[in-house]
């Protein structure tokens, strides 16, 4: 898993503890170290931090001892890294589920994202997970553009045994939103999770629908789902949706098929916001928290 960001700090580091350090072989340096964390789905503005926050610790009188330049560089990239990934306001789904429990409120989730990053899939994971802490769901099949995309979640509902609420294809994706949560304020139920189309993220008429249903059900997040797999992509989607219609987290997935891992990076350094899950395979199961420490020290391993 992210073999290939790995290598890219693995090299960087070796080069830079095996000889000593003057100035100009630092900048050389530091430009194949960026030019390898581009190639592998950094997002430039992210390179270019680690990049010169690596310069000002490894720079002028502080470049010395090989012991001394391990040590500095391992905590440059360890402190870089891990607040590129530390959202400023974490978010702990089951604390914020509690609180709207305790209110005699459902806790709302609207899911954004392009068609074929795992959202519709993501979102049964995501019943499994709420019924696994002992909370109740109910899906909203907002979605009413793609054809079978009603079926397919549909299916999940089935197999999780949960309520679907939905309208024929072409109605208000709004409405199928609204209906979904007067269900669950009737029956008690903790959970609203609502899928939604996910035609391409420029898409203007996507973009005024996905903000409708945002003024309709009043999310309490706005979660953006991408696929690892699409690299670059992946932060130019999340940087777009973040501008029209706002992000308040992110589940990436595909984590288990990354070989390259940078996307996380950029996901987390361009929205600003936490990243909840990492999704590692296609059983209900396969939803891992995100842990910034634990990514931190795989990729610096």
């Known amino acids: 898993m992210f073999d290939k960001l790995k290598g890219a700090f693995k090299g960087f580091y070796e080069k830079i503890t095996t000889k000593m350090l003057s100035e100009k072989n630092l900048e050389k340096h530091l430009d194949d170290l960026r030019f390898n964390l581009i190639r592998n789905d950094v997002a430039v503005s992210a390179a270019d931090e680690i990049c010169d926050s690596l310069k000002q610790d490894l720079s002028g009188e502080k470049v010395g001892r090989l012991e001394k330049i391990k040590n500095v560089s391992f905590s440059a990239l360890e402190n870089t890294i891990l607040n ?136 309490d997040l706005r979660i953006f789902v991408a696929s690892l797999l699409v690299g670059n992509s992946a932060y130019e989607q999340i940087r777009i949706f973040s501008k029209e219609v706002g992000v308040d987290a992110s589940i990436l997935n595909m984590a288990d098929a990354d070989v390259k891992g940078g996307a996380i990076i950029s996901v987390a350094y361009i929205s600003k916001k936490p990243i909840l899950f990492l999704g590692n395979g296609q059983s209900y199961d396969n939803l891992e928290p995100f842990k910034p420490k634990k990514y931190m020290e795989l990729i610096l391993s």
Do not use: W
């Open 84 to 219: 590129m990934l530390t959202p400023e306001n974490p978010i702990d789904l089951l604390k914020l589920c509690e609180e709207k429990k305790n209110r005699g409120e459902p806790l709302i989730l609207l899911f954004l994202g392009i068609n074929g990053t795992g959202k519709t899939t993501t979102i049964a994971k995501l019943v499994k997970y709420f019924m696994d802490n002992k909370y109740t769901s109910v899906l909203a099949a907002a979605d009413t553009f793609r054809a079978g995309s009603i079926e397919q979640l549909g299916k999940h509902a089935k197999n999780l045994n949960v309520r679907l609420i939905k309208h024929d294809y072409g109605s208000d994706p709004a409405s199928v939103a609204f209906d979904a949560i007067n269900h669950a304020i009737s029956k008690h139920i903790n959970v609203v999770l609502i899928d939604t189309a996910g035609r391409m993220e420029t898409n203007k008429n996507l973009i005024q629908e996905m903000n409708k249903i945002c003024r309709v059900a009043e999310p």
